[in-house]
């Protein structure tokens, strides 16, 4: 079964430049986050989405990132304009609303680089 | 804002060693999970703890999670170089409640 998948998984762009990174979620799950993870300050939670709504965004640093879910299997992250200190690990991941133990299922991240 | 701390931030042993890592706070929650990532992957579950003493065992692996639900260890005895990696601690307040909040991490390195 193919996991979390995410775009691109790379992305290296100049400041002042908008970055959009993508996602799919496992199919069947019905939430949605998005978090950083940086050295200085570990593994964040950015926002998450249920049944495709936005549900807590209260992680999202400012208003030059946003972030959609126009459908049950598609998600974006966006960044404009982009800043150095923008520069991290993205991770989406999914989960079953209602599993026990929410266990979250991440993908493999989009490293970007802002110059 | 709850805060996972874990202990300690860095780690790094001979294969073979044993070695025990910590995850504290000073909230209660409901469940921690304990998290493995490689480098260039994202996370991946271990282990689910959800009652206040109760110990998990995965291999070489060994999770408890605290009488009072608010701190948890993770043991790794016979340490080998595939265990490299980060360690994240994670948790929630409520049942149910999607959002977790995750630990600082300890990153892990054996030397073969």
């Known amino acids: 079964d193919a996991g979390v998948i995410q775009s691109p998984r790379h992305e290296v762009t100049e400041m002042g430049q908008e970055v959009t990174l993508r996602c799919k979620p496992i199919?069947?799950?019905?939430?949605l986050f998005w978090y950083r993870q940086t050295m200085m300050r570990g593994l964040e939670l950015l926002i998450y989405?249920?049944?495709?709504?936005?549900?807590?965004d209260s992680g999202m640093p400012e208003d030059r990132f946003s972030a959609k879910m126009p459908n049950a299997s598609f998600s974006t992250l966006k960044i404009q304009p982009s800043e150095p200190r923008d520069s991290a690990v993205y991770f989406c991941?999914?989960?079953?609303?209602?599993?026990?133990?929410?266990?979250?299922?991440f993908g493999p991240g989009t490293r970007l680089t802002v110059l | 804002t709850q805060l996972l701390e874990q202990s300690p931030q860095f780690l790094s042993i001979q294969e073979g060693e044993n070695l025990t890592v910590y995850c504290n706070s000073s909230?209660?929650?409901?469940?921690l999970q304990w998290y493995r990532q490689e480098p260039g992957e994202g996370p991946v579950l271990l282990v689910t703890?959800?009652?206040?003493?109760e110990v998990k065992k995965l291999k070489r692996l060994t999770f408890q999670f605290g009488d009072a639900r608010k701190d948890s260890s993770l043991h790794i005895t016979a340490a080998q170089p595939g265990d490299t990696g980060l360690y994240l601690c994670?948790?929630?307040?409520?049942?149910?409640?999607?959002?977790?909040?995750f630990g600082t991490g300890t990153r892990l390195t054996i030397i073969p």
């Open positions: 909230s209660v929650f409901s469940s």
């Open positions: 703890v959800v009652t206040g003493g």
């Open positions: 989405f249920n049944n495709n709504v936005p549900i807590d």
């Open positions: 991941a999914s989960s079953t609303r209602g599993a026990l133990y929410n266990e979250q299922f």
């Open positions: 994670a948790a929630s307040t409520n049942f149910g409640n999607e959002k977790l909040t």
């Open positions: 199919s069947g799950h019905n939430s």
